[in-house]
């Protein structure tokens, strides 16, 4: 069955630093959402991706799908203490199923 | 405001004994999903419903029961057959379920535990 992975499992930065999940799935997917969830709460849309190779930014995020549509990437600019949470991709792929990746923790510390 | 409500948001229940999670929406969306989260492991779908009186089962549905008889209420039973139900319950809802795949809203969701 269809399978997304993300990578790392936990990052810990220093505020300022930048950081970047990776969404890595095991079949081509028609398009891929990212949610952040703050530590002790629910999952929160951040955002889809539909085309090949495209690239949207909100503020200090930036978000990638591959050329491929196999993979995707977030990217966060100088990091705040805000942004602590575990960010999840979540990928359509074969019979419109949406997939969850396993999610990457991050802790920003001061 | 419109949202969807999970309750309660702690549970505790003693092995072998049935036990169901209420979710409720107003945000007038047709489909309705059941995840549970473990450490690790992300989210993983139980049961999902497109349309009232109509579900279907996800990747992990053994041991789980739904029932969708109203639009705004998509309830979930987890049973003593569940081998490990000790976990996080998320209750989400999108406009539409697929092909169209709009995102998910997600409930503030129930903490379970059995011992």
């Known amino acids: 069955g269809q399978q997304v992975m993300q990578i790392p499992q936990y990052q810990h930065v220093q505020e300022g630093e930048d950081f970047t999940t990776y969404c890595n799935s095991s079949t081509t997917l028609s398009n891929i959402q990212w949610y952040k969830q703050r530590p002790g709460g629910h999952p929160v849309f951040l955002i889809q991706l539909v085309k090949s190779g495209e690239v949207k930014k909100q503020k200090r995020l930036t978000f990638q799908f591959g050329e491929a549509k196999k993979n995707s990437s977030l990217h966060i600019t100088a990091t705040q203490t805000t942004d602590v949470g575990t960010y999840f991709c979540a990928g359509t792929g074969g019979g419109n199923k949406l997939t969850f990746g396993t999610g990457t923790q991050l802790k920003v510390e001061l | 405001d419109g949202g969807i409500t999970q309750s309660p948001k702690y549970l505790f229940r003693k092995e072998g004994q049935n036990v169901t999670l209420s979710c409720e929406q107003n945000l007038n969306h047709d489909a309705m999903y059941w995840y549970r989260q473990d450490p690790g492991q992300g989210l993983r779908l139980i049961y999902y419903?497109?349309?009232?009186?109509?579900?279907q089962k996800g990747d992990i549905a053994e041991g789980y029961s739904v029932s969708r008889e109203k639009k705004e209420s998509f309830p979930l039973t987890v049973t003593s057959a569940q081998k490990n139900p000790t976990a996080f319950y998320l209750c989400?809802?999108?406009?539409?379920?697929?092909?169209?795949?709009?995102?998910?809203?997600f409930g503030n969701g129930t903490r379970l535990t059995v011992t």
């Open positions: 419903s497109q349309i009232v009186n109509d579900f």
């Open positions: 989400a809802s999108s406009p539409h379920g697929t092909p169209d795949n709009s995102p998910l809203h």
